[in-house]
């Protein structure tokens, strides 16, 4: 069965620091991967997303991932976080089949102290 | 375009009772998901209508039911509430159902707090 691993459940960084959150998926066949954010209050919103192509996704508010087909990995890094990033951060799998249903993560809650 | 409507954003039960949640797709979104939300569990896939039918389940009882209208709108029922029903239910549409010929972004609603008592 498919599964996703946030192995951080709670990242603490001050402003400015450099972020990476993991994520690690179980599938051996095809996948579509995603990010999500959900800050305090707010409903969740799609921060990136990979479908095929190039490996090193671009997203929102400076985000990008990189997936890495053979560790099983889509990593989520940021090069200088800002106290507004505070937010809880899912990673998400689709996998490439005929009855394919999103498989989330359990979350990774970031804290930056300003 | 209006985003994903979920009603009531909050609700209070009491163990036993049931109750309907509700979700209003984005306008020409054929697939609805719901989810389950909590502090421990992280999001967990309840089940995703496309065009009226169930098209992929979670591992919830049966307890735990849906419906899809002819407009997309969603219905989510759970019948003899329990304590660990407390959550936040999350609805996701998008425009097609994800599988061998497409994957398709979700996009979520802001969600029914549900607390059992």
């Known amino acids: 069965a498919q599964s996703v691993s946030q192995h951080n459940h709670h990242v603490i960084l001050s402003e400015a620091a450099s972020l990476e959150l993991g994520c690690n998926y179980s599938?051996?066949?095809?996948?579509?991967l995603f990010w999500y954010v959900q800050y305090p209050g707010q409903h969740l919103q799609l921060l990136l997303k990979?479908?095929?192509?190039?490996?090193l996704v671009k997203g929102i508010k400076g985000f990008e991932a990189e997936f890495i087909k053979s560790k099983f990995s889509f990593n989520l890094r940021k090069p200088s976080v800002q106290w507004s990033d505070t937010a809880e951060y899912f990673c998400?799998?689709?996998?490439?089949?005929?009855?394919?249903?999103?498989?989330f993560g359990s979350g990774t809650r970031l804290s930056i102290r300003p | 375009k209006a985003g994903v409507t979920q009603t009531p954003r909050y609700l209070i039960k009491t163990r036993g009772q049931q109750v309907t949640l509700s979700c209003s797709p984005i306008s020409g979104h054929r697939s609805v998901s719901w989810y389950q939300q909590t502090p421990g569990q992280g999001l967990q896939f309840l089940f995703e209508?496309?065009?009226?039918?169930?098209?992929n389940k979670g591992n919830f009882p049966g307890r735990f039911s849906g419906r899809q209208f002819s407009n997309s709108r969603s219905e989510m029922n759970v019948s003899t509430l329990e304590l660990g029903d407390s959550a936040l239910y999350l609805c996701?549409?998008?425009?097609?159902?994800?599988?061998?010929?497409?994957?398709?972004?979700?996009?979520f609603g802001p969600g029914t707090r549900l607390t059992v008592l």
């Open positions: 209508y496309f065009s009226e039918t169930q098209r």
């Open positions: 996701a549409s998008s425009a097609g159902t994800s599988g061998r010929a497409g994957v398709y972004e979700q996009f």
């Open positions: 990979y479908f095929s192509g190039d490996p």
């Open positions: 599938y051996g066949g095809t996948v579509n």
């Open positions: 998400a799998v689709i996998a490439y089949s005929s009855a394919s249903k999103i498989i």
